[in-house]
């Protein structure tokens, strides 16, 4: 069914996918909302590694910008994501 060439293909692709899940980790993504206010911090694997809150703001108001804040952050994060992959796959699949 698959060859020795595609076996090694495989795994030299799985080796490539650990390698940028590990380069992800040390990339760091920032969301901000209400002009820097509130500010999450998650690595390129989407890992909120810090969370920010410059001012007293109510109760309601800061989750409601700490979530904004965090979309933001995950949605640099999963285009981070699909670059670095597409990157990595680059060479190893045909036609990438």
Same mark, same amino acid.
């Given at each position: &069914?698959?060859?020795?060439? &595609?076996?090694?293909? #495989?795994? !030299?692709?799985?080796?490539? %996918?650990?390698?940028?899940?590990?380069? #992800?980790?040390?990339?760091?993504?920032?969301?901000?909302?209400?002009?820097?206010?509130?500010?999450?911090?998650?690595?390129?694997?989407? %890992?909120?590694?810090?969370?920010? %809150?410059?001012?007293?703001?109510?109760?309601?108001?800061?989750?409601?910008?700490?979530?904004? !804040?965090?979309?933001? !952050?995950?949605?640099?994060?999963?285009?981070?994501?699909? &670059?670095?992959? !597409?990157?990595?796959?680059?060479?190893?699949?045909?036609? &990438?």
């Amino acid at each position: &069914m698959f060859g020795k060439g &595609m076996m090694k293909k #495989l795994q !030299a692709m799985q080796q490539q %996918v650990e390698e940028t899940k590990a380069k #992800l980790n040390n990339i760091k993504l920032i969301g901000e909302a209400m002009e820097g206010k509130v500010r999450v911090e998650v690595n390129g694997n989407s %890992v909120i590694t810090d969370i920010q %809150v410059k001012e007293d703001l109510p109760k309601d108001e800061m989750i409601d910008l700490i979530i904004v !804040a965090a979309n933001r !952050a995950i949605e640099q994060a999963e285009r981070t994501k699909e &670059m670095e992959m !597409a990157q990595s796959a680059k060479g190893l699949i045909p036609g &990438m």
